[in-house]
Each structure stands twice: as C-alpha cells, then as structure tokens.
C-alpha cells in the first residue's frame, strides 16, 4: 500500500513541494492543491493545521472529493511552483497529544469496564468522549486514568501500518473499519489497534499525561471532559492561581478551604436571619409609633415613599394585629406606580376587597384580595395624597 499523504509522517514541520491548482470555491474561497502535503485536512475529530506557504497564511485546510484544499486569501501563486510549506507546529503537536490521549483513554474504558466511545471532540481548551454508559462512579474514573497514564509512562511505541482489508483480520480491532482501500491502522502494540487516519507522535510518552477532569450528562450518556500533555500544565497553573487566590482571599490553607468556604457561607446565612429579624423589629417599632401618632383609631392612613409591596403587607398585618378594631390603607409612591395595600382588624367589618375594587379604576391599576386583605397597584398622575383624598 502506497502513502499517498506525508502529513501522516507525523514528524514534518516544513516540506517543499509544488503547486498544482490554484481556484477559489463557490463561496470566493481561495485555495491550493499541492502535489503533497505535510497539512492535516479536518477529519476524525482533529482539527486542521494551519501554517504558512511561502509565507502566505494559511486559515483553513479541508478534504473535498479526494483534494486537499489550502486557504489562502487570494490568488498570490503560481501553478507548477515550488513552494516551501510550514505548519503551525505548537498547534499540531497540541492536537496529537489530545488526539492519542483519547486513542488511550477509550482503550482504557474498554479494557477495564467494556464500555464503548461513540464520538470525540476536541475543542480549544478541553477533550470530550462521549462513553456507551448511563453512569460511571469516580471509583471506575480513577481505574481507567490511572491505566491511560501508566500507558504513557511506559512509553509504548504508536505504530503506523498500511494494511489490506484481508490482512485486517490479524489484528484486534477495538471498532470496526469501515473504509475499504488505503486502510491504515495506529497501533499500540498489546494494547489498542485501531483504523485511524489522524496524526499522532511516535511513541505514548509524548502524549506527557492525561488527567479526567469531569463528567456531565449528554443524551442520557456519560460524557467525559479530559486534557492531555501540554493542556494538563496550563490546567494546573490555571487552577493552582485560583486556589492561591482563594486561600488569600480566606486565609486559609489549601487543604482548609473548603471548610473555611462553608464556615463562611454559614455565618452568610445567619447574618441574613439576624438581618431579617432586626428588620421585623423596626417594622414592629414603626407600627407602634403609628398606632401612638393615631390614638388607635379606626381608619389609618399612610402615603410611604419608596417602600416594596412586601414591606407594606408586613407593616399592615403587624397593625391590624395590634388595633383589632382598625382599618388601614397603606400607600407606597415607587416610581411613577402608586402600590397600595388594604387591611383590617379582627374587629373591624369593612370589606377590603370592595374598596380595592374602587381604588383600582382611579390609577388604572390591578389587584385584588379577600374582604380582609387586599392589594394592588398601578400607573397614575395621581399622588398618594390625592388617592386618599378621593377615598374620604
Ligand atoms: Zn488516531
């Protein structure tokens, strides 16, 4: 079987070659095709290199019918040139990290708990894997990293092997092969044999390391969140500066941050019941001093600025309880809406939801309640005082 693509001699970062077409698609897209190429094409969850071609940037790299096509941002060659080809090599050997990484972790799933991968994505910062399980403990998360790493430490060789489909049957293939000429298996001796066309260093140590970072559920599958190599670093020295940050913010160990975080939230919440209840106090300090402006009579009125509904509904339960024979309509001015709310005491037989009923026409409002309790508000030119005004 003949190689027909130098991009999958993982190892070339630069190549001269020659210009064999230069055209642009149907969307006005530039592009070359060369008589070789060391630039992957996006294909089997790898993204494509980019690089340069006599200098000239190249954005995008895709396979079409067979061809493979270099972007450009314009005609700036010639056919038939010899050109000096330069891929982004910091790019490419991050992809071929994360890209083995998971030809090791699904391996390792299925050597240990016979459980499947039916799609990978590698993205801009993290792995995923999408596994054939509804559920997976950390227990079985653990096992299967820790055998991805010790393939890596024993730095395995990855072998590239250009095989006929007959000659596939020597092999124990972890999926099913499914194009039918130019088959090429990537191979890690004893361990994963598969049929893969992606770019991939030459031995597993390369790969550095490999660390599970979390699991969420996609489709009612589990899905695996993973980094390898260089991305395993910049995860550490991402989180180690939160965690610095936090032990600081808390002055708190590492390992007391937790412990101070909940503490913490903790008196959080207990600050807020006391606040809560200091507030219950001022209101029931207000209702007293109302009741003593009032002399305990019948009808108290009140226009408040600024105050919620909530607020008002709470300050009139408070002094109806305290003045059983009192009525009281509470208005509060808040912003262009007059709010108001009606009560009355045990001993007192106005029905509060008729006079909300009259109340509500005069501020084109919306309300309503029982004939105890009642509420509401709406948008009037009115001002508080002119309401009640209207209502005596
Ligand atoms: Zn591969």
Known sequence: MKRKLYYQDAYHKTANTIVV?????????????????????????????????????????EEVEGEIRHFIAGPQLEVGET????????????????HAGQHILTASFVELLDIQTT??????????????????????????????????????????????????????????????EDIRLVIIPEFDYNGCGGTHPSST???????????????????????????V?????????????????????????????????????????MLEETHEQLLYFEVKNLLSENGFEL????????????????????????????RVIFIAENEGLLQFVLARGSENETNMKQLAAQILPLINGK???SESFAQGGGTT???GADLLKKLC
């Not at 140590?205 to 991305?231: P, S, W, Y």
């Open 21 to 61: 077409n230069q055209a642009h698609d149907e969307m006005g897209n530039w592009f070359l095709t060369l008589e070789e190429t060391i630039f992957y094409p996006t294909g089997g969850g790898q993204p494509h290199d980019i690089g340069k071609i006599n200098g000239i940037q190249v954005t995008n790299v």
């Open 367 to 369: 309300g309503g309640g």
């Open 119 to 180: 799609s990978f994505h590698l993205g801009k910062e993290i792995v995923t894997i999408d596994l054939d399980a509804t559920k997976i403990s950390d227990d079985q998360l653990n096992e299967v990293e820790k055998l991805a790493n010790q393939i890596i430490l024993e730095n395995r060789s990855i072998e590239t092997k250009w095989v006929t489909r007959e000659q596939l049957e020597d092999y124990p293939l972890r999926k099913q092969v499914t194009v039918d």
């Open 205 to 231: 140590g390369q790969i550095g390391a490999l660390k599970i970072l979390d699991t969420e559920m996609q489709k009612g599958n589990v899905r695996v969140h993973f980094v390898c190599g260089g991305r």
């Open 83 to 98: 050109v000096t080809l330069e891929i982004d090599w910091e790019r490419r050997f991050d992809f071929m990290q994360q």
């Open 299 to 326: 009808s108290i009125e009140r226009v408040f600025q600024q105050r919620s509904i909530q607020e008002l509904q709470k300050l009139a339960r408070l002094t109806v309880a305290e003045a059983p024979k009192s």
């Open 381 to 383: 030119d009115l001002s």
């Open 233 to 273: 670093l910049e995860q550490l020295h991402r989180k180690q500066k939160t965690m610095q940050e936090m032990s600081r913010l808390l002055s708190a160990s590492e390992e007391g941050l937790v412990q101070s975080t909940k503490k913490l939230l903790d008196n959080g919440k207990k600050l807020e019941k």
